[in-house]
């Protein structure tokens, strides 16, 4: 399974942007997903997922700004960024965690996508 993700880029403060992230594969099933940061000298952060019961978690520091999403039955997952702050700069990264069926049996597989830069400044 591969996580490519796209739509980074640079906006200025204030301004709305979204990253998607598209898993492929031959056989898998998802059951969490999420999306991390890390800024320029710092450590990388949690910043939303969603759990395998549905159950969406958001950084404090996101909250009320962010949406993370996955349309029911696809393999692409959204990070919908509005309200944005320099703060918010950053590699983004993708992450999806499920099962492989390809091999002929269900095996546990994490990946990680490649990332995407997002600028806020003006």
């Known amino acids: 399974v591969q996580l490519q993700a796209s739509g980074g880029g640079w906006v200025q403060p204030g301004e709305s942007l979204g990253i998607s992230c598209q898993a492929s594969?031959?056989?898998?099933?998802?059951?969490?997903v999420g999306w991390y940061r890390q800024a320029p000298g710092k450590q990388r952060e949690a910043v939303a997922d969603i759990t395998a019961g549905g159950t969406i978690n958001y950084a404090d520091s996101v909250k009320g700004r962010f949406t993370i999403f996955r349309p029911n039955g696809k393999n692409t997952m959204y990070l919908q960024m509005n309200n944005l702050k320099p703060e918010d700069t950053a590699v983004y990264y993708c992450?999806?965690?499920?099962?492989?069926?390809?091999?002929?049996?269900?095996?546990?597989?994490?990946?990680w996508g490649q990332g995407t830069l997002v600028t806020v400044s003006s």
């Open positions: 992450t999806t965690a499920g099962l492989d069926y390809s091999g002929g049996h269900s095996e546990y597989f994490e990946v």
């Open positions: 594969g031959r056989e898998f099933s998802i059951n969490t």
